[in-house]
């Protein structure tokens, strides 16, 4: 019940956020110079030729009535028609959906499953080699730019040894975890060294906490401690940092789905700016703020879930 | 596109809107070559001048029937509808499915394709079409007269190509086979605008079906049918099992991939996950080349490069400025280091290959010490030398072109900077006059210079606003109807002169087109326009 609570003042939170972002985007997007119908004609069109696509399509009214008009659409569960693809603008982003949250997903359990351990590694002994070797680690993965290391993996990964494809989506479930590895992979790169960083501070942090010494002096194994006490505890906040940073990895999606020729929201979203799709850029634009709030309150709700101390509220 | 709630989410929400903006504001893109900067959505001519080799793989090696060919872009088409073409993707696309009357061959001599011939009245005023018998479309439905005739009314009232057919009055269905084009002039030589790839011919009234819904899933003559689109991953096509020219084509199957990122499709190709791609990167070739296993094809179709000078700039109204612009630009620098090597320094802005290109017209030599004095004299005649090139961003040929000339201008004393713009910010601010100078490009769909000739006063003398765009329509209009072959010529020869003496356009290189593919792909054929034709592509044993 009371999470249940939790969840809709959490939503409906959201709406303002939400909104605040449609608004925004809408006019970024009409303020950038650039003509979705001399896009769609191409130069030899004749002014006549545009003037009536701009009709056909509303633009010739003013940007306020053209938000009205978005939004009145929105509430009747309609988010427009793709000006390039002449087809329902929330439909194409449906469609396209599934690759982008196997990528997110896929890239967030890779995430974890280096990140723990590497944190965990490092923060065993302070200041040892391996510590220090992990922390090296981070840093230069922090520094390197996603879509060279994508690029670095389908040269030397997929092209010379053909472990993993170069491109595509696969099919079944086996089939994409196979195709999208390298490019979760290069995802995770970004977020792992982040969340290294927390855990590790976090692990050292409460490992020097009175409640340790006290579990060692009632002589609980080491292994139990770390594990029970200090990881629990240290990993709260790093859900934290994990939940923030999927915001992040969403931006990352836009330019790794390009790079290894995915087909998803992100190269979808890449075609709309292109073209001036403003349907399509908004409907992307508005799914994907509704994924990360809801990534956003499910970190929440995890972290509560593992550390009574968090209320929910 | 993102937000977060909570005490530490605001810094999410504004990092991620940060993101979303700087995405808009840099019209962050696929990019790719395309109609761009004041171009034609196709592709020159193969021909004239000098010509390699225009089959792929070892070519003389044979085909065998079946398999199937997958082939990237750098995008997929925007529309599927041959009506309504207007970029270099679709065209890709839609030639494979569709076709016109008649077809230029990958020399670029034209040839009647569905017609068997066409017969002018005395007076060129009426032509009467015969059309090629057994001809199928992809339905099992023969291609009637009926078809022909809407099929040539519906490109006249296209907003894309209509400005071609102008001339044309009326598309008659007189009998089973025959088709009777009327005139409102003579037309020299209508087979050259019939020739235009979306001149297609479709099933009468879209075959009962909405001009939209027909594009959805088209049906046309050509040796491919469609067979399904997976929006941002890949377009499929089938072979045309009713496809008129006996034997062909040979593949069962033709997939369009989309790979908009040039490594991402050169690393694929070696991979062997594709067999043809389009356009690698220039800086690339060589190494392909080196391959064994790969072929490189360099399509002498070609594009015309040119920058652009906005005419309404006071800056670019005092002739010497242009001469001196013209002077200082090191055309063989271009050439060398933006194409490596393949392409050549443009004189004529129609280019070779296309009909009555002047090849008197040479590529002016740098010559920085006149150009210096030119702008000397400029300057003290009040004029500022500071300009702005506009160019399609996220290019490596491109901005090595604009870097070039920009370097070259600076030299010649003019004070320059560079504006990237993607693609739809190009296409408006071209037509608005809201630039100084701009990179574009240019191509043509058909062999006949009628095309870009009709274009050039259209978009106000290429939107460099020059003021011969008046003189050009005239000379066009008098070429179109031209009594003989030889007028024809003159008028296109005093079209080329008008635009080589003022000076607007200036004409950098011309740029062939490439692909790469695996070695034992055969018979992979580009013309006129830029599509490639895979009615004859196979894979050797």
Same mark, same amino acid.
């Given at each position: 019940?009371?999470?249940?609570?939790?969840?809709?003042?959490?939503?409906?939170?959201?709406?303002?956020?939400?909104?605040?972002?449609?608004?925004?985007?809408?006019?970024?997007?009409?303020?950038?110079?650039?003509?979705?119908?001399?896009?769609?004609?191409?130069?030899?069109?004749?002014? =006549?030729?545009?003037?009536?696509?701009?009709?056909?399509?509303?633009?010739?009214?003013?940007?306020?009535?053209?938000?009205?008009?978005?939004?009145?659409?929105?509430?009747?569960?309609?988010?427009?028609?793709?000006?390039?693809?002449? =087809?329902?603008?929330?439909?194409?982003?449906?469609?396209?959906?599934?690759?982008?949250?196997?990528?997110?997903?896929?890239?967030?359990?890779?995430?974890?499953?280096?990140?723990?351990?590497?944190?965990?590694?490092?923060?065993?002994? #302070?200041?040892?080699?391996?510590?220090?070797?992990?922390? /090296?680690?981070?840093?230069?993965?922090?520094?390197?730019?996603?879509?060279?290391?994508?690029?670095?993996?389908?040269?030397?990964?997929?092209?010379?040894?053909?472990?993993?494809?170069?491109?595509?989506?696969?099919?079944?479930?086996?089939?994409?975890?196979?195709?999208?590895?390298?490019?979760?992979?290069?995802?995770?790169?970004?977020?792992?060294?982040?969340?290294?960083?927390?855990?590790? &501070?976090?692990?050292?942090?409460?490992?020097?906490?009175?409640?340790?010494?006290?579990?060692?002096?009632?002589?609980?194994?080491?292994?139990?401690?770390?594990?029970?006490?200090?990881?629990?505890?240290? /990993?709260?906040?790093?859900?934290?940092? /994990?939940?923030?940073?999927?915001?992040?990895?969403? *931006?990352?999606?836009?330019?790794?789905?390009? !790079?290894?020729?995915? *087909?998803?929201?992100?190269?979808?979203?890449?075609?709309?700016?292109?073209?001036?799709?403003?349907?399509?850029?908004?409907?992307?634009?508005?799914?994907?703020?509704?994924?990360?709030?809801?990534?956003?309150?499910?970190?929440?709700?995890? =972290?509560?879930?593992? @550390?009574?101390?968090?209320?929910?509220? | 596109?993102?937000?977060?709630?909570?005490?530490?989410?605001?810094?999410?929400?504004?990092?991620?809107?940060?993101?979303?903006?700087?995405?808009?504001?840099?019209?962050?893109?696929?990019?790719?070559?395309?109609?761009?900067?004041?171009?034609?959505?196709? &592709?020159?001519?193969?021909?004239?001048?000098?010509?390699?080799?225009?089959?792929?793989?070892?070519?003389? &090696?044979?085909?065998?029937?079946?398999?199937?060919?997958?082939?990237?872009?750098? @995008?997929?088409?925007?529309?599927?509808?041959?009506?309504?073409?207007?970029?270099?993707?679709?065209?890709?696309?839609?030639?494979?499915?569709?076709?016109?009357?008649?077809?230029?061959?990958?020399?670029?001599?034209?040839?009647?394709?569905?017609?068997?011939?066409?017969?002018?009245?005395?007076?060129?005023?009426?032509?009467?079409?015969?059309?090629?018998?057994?001809?199928?479309?992809? +339905?099992?439905?023969?291609?009637?007269?009926?078809?022909?005739?809407?099929?040539?009314?519906?490109?006249?009232?296209?907003?894309?190509?209509?400005?071609?057919?102008?001339?044309?009055?009326?598309?008659?269905?007189?009998?089973?086979?025959?088709?009777?084009? %009327?005139?409102?002039?003579?037309?020299?030589?209508?087979?050259?605008?019939?020739?235009?790839?979306?001149?297609?011919?479709?099933?009468?009234?879209?075959?009962?079906?909405?001009?939209?819904?027909?594009?959805?899933?088209?049906?046309?003559?050509?040796?491919?049918?469609?067979?399904?689109?997976?929006?941002?991953?890949?377009?499929?096509?089938? %072979?045309?099992?009713?496809?008129?020219?006996?034997?062909?084509?040979?593949?069962?199957?033709?997939?369009?991939?989309?790979?908009?990122?040039?490594?991402?499709?050169?690393?694929?190709?070696?991979?062997?996950?594709?067999?043809?791609?389009?356009?690698?990167?220039?800086?690339?070739?060589?190494?392909?080349?080196?391959?064994? +296993?790969?072929?490189?094809?360099?399509?002498? &179709?070609?594009?015309?490069?040119?920058?652009?000078?906005?005419?309404?700039?006071?800056?670019?109204?005092?002739?010497?400025?242009?001469?001196?612009?013209?002077?200082?630009?090191?055309?063989? *620098?271009?050439?060398?280091?933006?194409?490596?090597?393949?392409?050549?320094?443009?004189?004529?802005?129609?280019?070779?290959?296309?009909?009555?290109?002047?090849?008197?017209?040479?590529?002016?030599?740098?010559?920085?010490? %006149?150009?210096?004095?030119?702008?000397?004299?400029?300057?003290?005649?009040?004029?500022?030398?500071?300009? #702005?090139?506009?160019?399609?961003?996220?290019?490596?040929?491109?901005?090595?072109?604009?870097?070039?000339?920009?370097?070259?201008?600076?030299?010649?004393?003019?004070?320059?900077?560079?504006?990237?713009?993607?693609?739809?910010?190009?296409?408006?601010?071209?037509?608005?006059? %809201?630039?100084?100078?701009?990179? *574009?490009?240019?191509?043509?769909?058909? !062999?006949?210079?009628?095309?870009?000739?009709?274009?050039?006063?259209?978009?106000?003398?290429?939107?460099?606003?020059?003021?011969?765009?008046?003189?050009?329509?005239?000379?066009?209009?008098?070429?179109?109807?031209?009594?003989?072959?030889?007028?024809?010529?003159?008028?296109?020869?005093?079209?080329?002169?008008?635009?080589?003496?003022?000076?607007?356009?200036?004409?950098?290189?011309?740029?062939?087109?490439?692909?790469?593919? #695996?070695?034992?792909?055969?018979?992979?054929?580009? $013309?006129?326009?830029?599509?490639?034709?895979?009615?004859?592509? $196979?894979?050797?044993?």
């Amino acid at each position: 019940m009371v999470y249940a609570r939790f969840l809709v003042r959490r939503l409906l939170q959201a709406i303002p956020v939400v909104f605040g972002v449609t608004i925004v985007v809408f006019l970024l997007i009409h303020l950038v110079p650039g003509d979705p119908a001399r896009t769609a004609l191409g130069t030899h069109a004749t002014p =006549q030729a545009v003037a009536q696509l701009h009709h056909l399509w509303g633009l010739d009214k003013s940007l306020p009535e053209q938000y009205w008009l978005f939004l009145k659409r929105l509430l009747g569960g309609d988010l427009g028609t793709s000006l390039r693809f002449q =087809q329902p603008a929330g439909h194409l982003v449906l469609e396209r959906m599934p690759v982008t949250l196997w990528l997110l997903c896929y890239a967030t359990v890779l995430t974890c499953l280096i990140a723990v351990p590497a944190a965990l590694l490092a923060a065993s002994r #302070q200041g040892a080699l391996r510590d220090r070797i992990v922390r /090296l680690l981070s840093v230069t993965a922090l520094g390197i730019p996603g879509f060279w290391l994508g690029l670095m993996l389908i040269e030397y990964i997929a092209v010379e040894t053909g472990i993993f494809p170069s491109s595509g989506y696969g099919s079944g479930f086996l089939g994409h975890l196979e195709s999208l590895f390298l490019p979760s992979l290069t995802i995770a790169a970004g977020i792992v060294p982040l969340v290294v960083r927390s855990l590790r &501070a976090e692990t050292l942090k409460v490992a020097d906490a009175d409640f340790v010494t006290t579990a060692r002096a009632k002589g609980l194994t080491e292994r139990r401690i770390r594990l029970r006490h200090v990881l629990r505890n240290a /990993l709260a906040p790093s859900i934290t940092v /994990l939940a923030v940073n999927v915001s992040f990895l969403v *931006g990352g999606t836009l330019v790794i789905e390009q !790079v290894f020729s995915l *087909g998803g929201v992100g190269s979808l979203m890449l075609q709309g700016i292109d073209a001036r799709d403003f349907p399509i850029v908004q409907a992307v634009t508005l799914i994907l703020a509704l994924v990360v709030v809801g990534v956003n309150i499910f970190g929440d709700l995890v =972290q509560a879930l593992i @550390d009574p101390r968090v209320e929910v509220r | 596109m993102k937000m977060g709630l909570g005490r530490f989410r605001f810094g999410a929400v504004a990092a991620v809107l940060a993101l979303v903006a700087a995405i808009v504001v840099a019209g962050c893109g696929g990019g790719g070559t395309s109609s761009g900067g004041g171009g034609a959505t196709g &592709a020159g001519a193969n021909g004239a001048g000098s010509s390699e080799t225009v089959s792929g793989g070892e070519g003389e &090696a044979q085909a065998k029937p079946g398999g199937t060919l997958t082939l990237a872009d750098f @995008d997929e088409p925007i529309s599927l509808n041959p009506f309504m073409v207007a970029d270099i993707l679709s065209s890709h696309a839609v030639t494979q499915m569709f076709e016109p009357l008649f077809k230029a061959d990958v020399e670029g001599k034209l040839e009647p394709w569905l017609a068997e011939s066409m017969k002018a009245s005395p007076d060129r005023k009426t032509f009467t079409v015969t059309l090629r018998k057994g001809v199928k479309f992809s +339905n099992g439905k023969p291609m009637t007269s009926a078809d022909v005739a809407f099929s040539l009314e519906t490109i006249r009232k296209s907003p894309v190509w209509g400005i071609m057919f102008e001339l044309v009055e009326s598309v008659k269905a007189t009998g089973p086979d025959t088709v009777v084009i %009327k005139t409102s002039k003579p037309a020299a030589k209508l087979e050259g605008q019939l020739s235009l790839p979306f001149a297609a011919i479709v099933p009468k009234n879209f075959g009962g079906e909405s001009e939209e819904e027909f594009a959805a899933h088209p049906i046309g003559t050509g040796p491919f049918a469609y067979a399904s689109w997976k929006r941002g991953e890949s377009l499929t096509f089938d %072979k045309n099992k009713y496809y008129w020219k006996p034997g062909l084509p040979l593949l069962e199957k033709v997939v369009f991939e989309m790979v908009p990122d040039v490594n991402s499709r050169d690393s694929q190709l070696r991979a062997g996950e594709l067999d043809v791609v389009a356009s690698p990167d220039w800086s690339q070739l060589p190494a392909m080349e080196a391959e064994p +296993n790969l072929h490189v094809g360099i399509y002498k &179709a070609s594009i015309l490069d040119s920058l652009g000078l906005n005419m309404k700039e006071p800056l670019f109204q005092n002739d010497k400025v242009r001469e001196a612009i013209n002077l200082a630009i090191d055309r063989e *620098g271009i050439v060398k280091a933006a194409l490596f090597g393949h392409g050549e320094t443009a004189g004529s802005w129609l280019m070779p290959g296309l009909e009555f290109h002047d090849e008197t017209i040479k590529a002016p030599a740098q010559d920085v010490a %006149k150009a210096k004095k030119l702008l000397a004299e400029a300057v003290k005649e009040g004029v500022e030398p500071t300009l #702005q090139i506009s160019l399609l961003k996220g290019q490596t040929f491109t901005t090595t072109v604009a870097q070039i000339i920009q370097s070259n201008l600076v030299e010649a004393g003019f004070s320059v900077s560079l504006r990237p713009l993607d693609e739809s910010a190009m296409n408006s601010v071209l037509p608005a006059g %809201k630039y100084d100078a701009a990179l *574009g490009l240019l191509a043509s769909n058909i !062999v006949d210079p009628s095309e870009l000739a009709s274009f050039y006063p259209a978009t106000e003398a290429l939107y460099t606003f020059g003021s011969n765009a008046t003189k050009v329509a005239k000379l066009e209009a008098e070429a179109v109807s031209a009594p003989s072959e030889k007028i024809r010529g003159q008028r296109y020869a005093e079209i080329q002169e008008a635009v080589e003496e003022e000076k607007a356009l200036v004409t950098l290189d011309y740029r062939p087109f490439v692909w790469a593919m #695996q070695g034992n792909v055969t018979g992979f054929q580009v $013309g006129v326009t830029s599509d490639p034709w895979l009615g004859e592509t $196979g894979f050797t044993e």
